[in-house]
């Protein structure tokens, strides 16, 4: 018998497909107790041994998700929160998709080029899952600032700041699209 991607927490049911799998043979698996269904497109890997992120569930409950706001920020080292869910974007017209028990997971919808800017897929052995990279996420961060608070917002902010591979150039560009422009370069000129 074929195996299946072991190196991957979440499998989908495209990928069993093209290793070979019939449906017959999935659902054998899964009654097997070797793949948990997920939802009806993806599949969590029961023999799973490789290092467990949360991240890795996002592209099993939203295909089009991608982790933003603090969520993003405490993978980058820009925030010391801790979070009880994963914040996901989605497009503005797709449709909220249930979250699981764990990880819990809020979804915000988003509109262009709010969504679609400064996306990163990031692969982790045989795992991927999308964020936005570090410029986009502080943009983001400052213009959620009045629902997240402004004490998480500086923190992000500061912390940015400090890191080396900082590129100013490309957080005052994304402002300017993200209407944040004034305010960020308000807060550089503070920190600066």
Known sequence: MMSFPVEKQFISSQELHEAGYSNYKIRQ???????VGVNRKWYENANYNGEINDF???PAYA??????????????ELSSERQSQIEVAIPRNARIPESPDWPAMKFYRMTEPRYGMGIVEVQEGGNS???YDKEK??????????????????????RYVQQPDRDINRLIAYSKRLQVETTIKQYLEALL
């Open 137 to 158: 996420t502080v943009c983001d961060v400052i213009y959620h600032r009045n629902k997240m608070g402004f004490e998480p917002a500086m923190e992000v902010l500061k």
């Open 129 to 131: 899952f999308r964020i």
């Open 29 to 35: 698996l899964v009654g097997a107790g070797d793949l």
């Open 63 to 76: 295909e089009q998700g991608v982790i933003c706001l603090i969520s993003a920020a405490v993978y980058y």
């Open 56 to 58: 890795y569930a996002v």
